[in-house]
């Protein structure tokens, strides 16, 4: 009783702290409201307004068909160009994707041959050009197709495949990087206020002033993270609701925001007890800052958050398992977009609170030596 005595009045010493901190205060709800918000909105992974034109040598029904197939919200309106305009419209920037029909194009696919659309892309555009040319392909390949089931009268199939995309139909991008900005901030946050909070005696000179009180390292440690935990957890679950939830009109399973508090609990624990233990080896803020940041981004660019882990190299798969970031942002990966129930997701939770218990017990025997050299 004692300890949690102490612990108690060590967190509302801390919050007082916090809270008399405007611009900090403003920092936290910025983070969670206008970032996210602003991330989710302006960064896309599909294909909008690209812009395209068309050199129609052929000019048949079926290269009509291809060029009315080329549609908004993904493509602006095409445009037909001349072929000896294609080279400075491209070096001007006018268009991002140039497609070249050859002559006879119909009658080659009629007559069963292989003609080839020469498509010429803009790649100082990264994500258009790579996006954009799957687009392309699938959506002529897909006119193709029935062109050809319609000059031959065969509208009858082997089989026909119907997909049903269960979350997410329109495949908008804002729904998964709402969800998961919210995870790269609250890793950020957490090991930035806990370990700037046990920097920030050592600068201000009060932890002299907890040398000479009754309370242990433990004690000191865990009052830390309860306290900006506690204004972070709050946080989160508002910004879940009302901001990915609310304005960007992500659909919430009933049960996704407590068991997405549930975890995120678990993993402001790890991530605080992570900054309490890089805070023990640094004297000064500077130092903290610098070493926070490599932390942060490797933690996050590996975490599945923005690219699929399966995308990245062997070792670093197994590597980023270790992780919080990881393991956190799949646990909300099942329980925002696949409606995972806590029986599917407790072996996360356990991964988390195991590796936090980690941190903290490093960071108490670290934060022993520390509080010795203060004194």
């Not at 920097?199 to 000479?212: F, K, W």
């Not at 004297?283 to 958050?305: A, D, K, R």
């Not at 992780?323 to 646990?331: C, H, K, L, R």
């Not at 407790?346 to 195991?354: G, Q, S, T």
Request: glycine share 6%.
């Amino acid at each position: 009783m004692r300890w949690l005595r102490n612990i108690f009045f060590l967190s509302t010493k801390e919050l007082r702290s916090l809270i008399s901190d405007p611009i900090l205060v403003v920092l936290i709800i910025y983070m969670f409201t206008a970032a996210v918000y602003s991330v989710a909105s302006t960064i896309s992974t599909e294909m909008k307004n690209g812009s395209v034109a068309i050199i129609d040598h052929d000019r048949s029904t079926l290269s009509y068909r291809l060029q009315s197939s080329l549609i908004p919200p993904y493509f602006r309106k095409v445009h037909t160009i001349r072929g000896n305009d294609a080279d400075r419209l491209m070096d001007v920037g006018e268009y991002t994707f140039i497609l070249d029909i050859p002559p006879n194009y119909e009658q080659d696919i009629l007559a069963g041959r292989n003609p080839q659309i020469h498509l010429s892309i803009d790649a100082t555009a990264m994500t258009q050009a790579a996006i954009g040319s799957s687009y392309i392909s699938q959506i002529f390949n897909n006119e193709i197709n029935d062109f050809l089931r319609l000059q031959r009268n065969d509208n009858t199939a082997p089989f026909k495949a119907v997909v049903n995309v269960l979350y997410n139909p329109n495949y908008t991008s804002k729904w998964f990087m709402g969800a998961m900005q919210i995870i790269g901030n609250l890793n950020l946050l957490t090991i930035l206020l806990v370990g700037a909070a046990i920097i920030r005696e050592r600068e201000r000179g009060t932890m002299e002033h907890l040398l000479v009180m009754p309370v242990t390292s433990s004690e000191i440690a865990v009052a830390k993270i309860v306290a900006n935990g506690s204004v972070l957890l709050v946080v989160v679950g508002l910004s879940l609701r009302f901001v990915t939830g609310g304005l960007l009109e992500v659909p919430l399973p009933p049960h996704a925001i407590p068991l997405f508090v549930l975890g995120a609990l678990t993993f402001i624990f790890a991530i605080a007890s992570l900054g309490i233990m890089v805070a023990t080896f640094v004297p000064t803020m500077p130092q903290f800052s610098l070493l926070c940041i490599p932390i942060y981004v490797v933690m996050y660019q590996l975490s599945g958050t923005t690219s699929p882990l399966e995308n990245m190299p062997e070792l670093a798969q197994q590597i980023t398992q270790l992780s919080p970031t990881t393991i956190f942002g799949a646990y909300a990966q099942d329980v925002i977009f696949r409606g995972a129930s806590l029986t599917m997701v407790w072996d996360k939770l356990l991964k988390m609170a195991v590796i936090g218990f980690v941190f903290l017990a490093v960071a108490l025997m670290q934060f022993k030596t520390m509080l010795s050299k203060q004194g």
